[in-house]
């Protein structure tokens, strides 16, 4: 069981927004930033959003990230083939003194 | 260009030990905070520990403090972990990351390592 709680998949046609969300606490979410991670079949992770909504150099403008309290989200704009991958939310977590991951979102594009 | 790469991983028999390393290329290493994150077969990441960069704070996820030891050698740029009492459940890829810096995610992972641990 993650600490952060993310839906196990989504999905979405080429073109259309999708956004996957991630649900925390106090401890975690709610007084630290969220930070989003790509991961493509057999690869290692990517970051994708830091700071809540800061993307690094190289990322696309099609993926935003948002907080509110302690929910974060991540948007796709612009759905392409190559967005298909599993997504994990992360944030810091000042009561277990470690970083904790969400369960991962399986993207699906249809 | 940043590079880290991890090695040491293997098959080990349940109870057994192993050391796995991390070296890191392109940054000043001994500025940046490290973890290691683990991915067991078909499973999500989970976050295993993580070091400060000059080795004086360090933290471990509850699942493995008391067997698992993370340190550094910031002359070799190189970080470590030493596990001890491997478990079945300890099956894992281990990720080595670099921390942004004030807690706000990792940039950089390495191609990880696979540790296996069978009889």
């Known amino acids: 069981q993650s600490v952060l709680t993310q839906p196990p998949s989504a999905s979405g046609t080429p073109g259309q927004r999708v956004t996957i969300s991630c649900s925390g606490s106090?401890?975690?979410?709610?007084?630290?930033?969220v930070n989003w991670y790509q991961q493509l079949p057999g690869t290692a992770p990517k970051l994708l959003i830091y700071?809540?909504?800061q993307r690094p150099s190289g990322v696309p403008d099609r993926f935003s990230g948002s907080k509110s309290g302690t929910s974060a989200s991540l948007a796709i704009s612009g759905l392409q083939s190559e967005d298909e991958a599993d997504y994990y939310c992360?944030?810091?977590?000042?009561?277990?003194?470690?970083?904790?991951f969400g369960g991962g979102t399986k993207l699906t594009v249809l | 260009e940043v590079q880290l790469l991890e090695s040491g991983g293997g098959l080990v028999q349940p109870g057994g030990s192993l050391r796995l390393s991390c070296a890191a290329s392109g940054f000043t290493f001994n500025n940046y905070a490290m973890s290691w994150v683990r991915q067991a077969p078909g499973k999500g990441l989970e976050w295993v520990s993580a070091?400060?960069?000059?080795?004086?704070?360090?933290y471990f996820a509850d699942s493995v403090r008391g067997r698992f030891t993370i340190s550094r050698d910031n002359s070799k740029n190189t970080l470590y972990l030493q596990i001890i009492s491997l478990r079945a459940e300890d099956t894992a890829v281990y990720y080595c990351?670099?921390?942004?810096?004030?807690?706000?995610?990792?940039?950089?992972w390495g191609q990880g390592t696979l540790v296996t641990v069978s009889s």
């Open positions: 070091i400060s960069g000059s080795s004086d704070s360090s």
């Open positions: 992360a944030a810091w977590d000042g009561s277990l003194n470690g970083w904790v």
């Open positions: 990351a670099k921390d942004i810096g004030g807690l706000r995610g990792f940039d950089y």
């Open positions: 106090s401890s975690n979410i709610g007084s630290h930033t």
């Open positions: 700071s809540n909504n």
